[in-house]
């Protein structure tokens, strides 16, 4: 019995710590210059069917259902998917705002294997050479123990290292794919 009741405070004292120490907040931004114009790569990148062109997740499982629903490229358009991959899941992203040649924000509602809303957006801006500087990122605010949870999952099982990992394939599949296709003004 003493030790059942040792091990249980051993876990309580741990959970209270992460409490304590772990964030609340979970941001994740990459970032990337692709050799060519900000309208160019903003015209590809706001609407979200053309992300199926470049992004990591869906190589993951190109087999995956999807739905599309309303007009691409406005705020409201949602794309929708589902997939047996559970680092692909079930889950709809719509277009919250569109900021042009800045900014695409999306909120990403997931189904399966967990539920969450997570932002995330697409930021464009032009270097000084001409080039633009494209950030992908995501982020979101937790309530206990979803943030303990998050902390876990995302250190002990380096879920974060995987994200970042596919979002940097995402984004230079963007650039390669943007890249290889002959600027539409001979630049």
Same mark, same amino acid.
């Given at each position: 019995?003493?030790?059942?009741?040792?091990?249980?405070?051993?876990?309580?004292?741990?959970?209270?710590?992460?409490?304590?120490?772990?964030?609340?907040?979970?941001?994740?931004?990459?970032?990337?210059?692709?050799?060519?114009?900000?309208?160019?790569?903003?015209?590809?990148?706001?609407?979200?069917?053309?992300?199926?062109?470049?992004?990591?997740?869906?190589?993951?499982?190109?087999?995956?259902?999807?739905?599309?629903?309303?007009?691409?490229?406005?705020?409201?358009?949602?794309?929708?998917?589902?997939?047996?991959?559970?680092?692909?899941?079930?889950?709809?992203?719509?277009? %919250? &705002?569109?900021?042009?040649?800045? /900014?695409?924000?999306?909120?990403?509602?997931?189904?399966? $294997? =967990?539920?969450?809303? +997570?932002?995330?957006?697409?930021?464009?801006? %032009? &270097?000084?050479?001409?080039?633009? /500087?494209?950030?992908?990122?995501?982020?979101?605010?937790? $309530? =206990?123990?979803?943030? +303990?949870?998050?902390?876990?999952?995302?250190?002990?099982?380096?879920?974060?290292?995987?994200?970042?990992?596919?979002?940097?394939?995402?984004?230079?599949?963007?650039?390669?794919?943007?890249?290889?296709?002959?600027?539409?003004?001979?630049?």
């Amino acid at each position: 019995m003493k030790r059942i009741s040792g091990i249980v405070l051993v876990l309580v004292l741990a959970l209270g710590v992460l409490a304590v120490v772990a964030p609340r907040d979970f941001k994740l931004q990459r970032e990337i210059i692709i050799n060519r114009p900000v309208d160019v790569v903003f015209a590809h990148v706001k609407f979200l069917q053309n992300h199926d062109k470049w992004n990591a997740w869906k190589k993951l499982d190109p087999e995956l259902q999807q739905e599309f629903v309303g007009t691409d490229g406005t705020v409201g358009f949602k794309s929708a998917w589902e997939s047996d991959n559970q680092d692909v899941g079930t889950a709809e992203q719509e277009i %919250t &705002e569109i900021v042009e040649n800045q /900014k695409i924000g999306t909120v990403i509602r997931f189904k399966k $294997p =967990f539920e969450a809303d +997570i932002d995330s957006y697409l930021l464009t801006e %032009t &270097e000084a050479d001409g080039r633009t /500087k494209v950030t992908m990122g995501m982020e979101d605010q937790m $309530p =206990f123990p979803m943030y +303990i949870i998050s902390f876990v999952v995302n250190v002990v099982f380096d879920q974060q290292q995987k994200l970042m990992d596919h979002t940097d394939e995402s984004l230079k599949g963007l650039k390669w794919l943007l890249e290889s296709v002959p600027s539409p003004k001979g630049e």
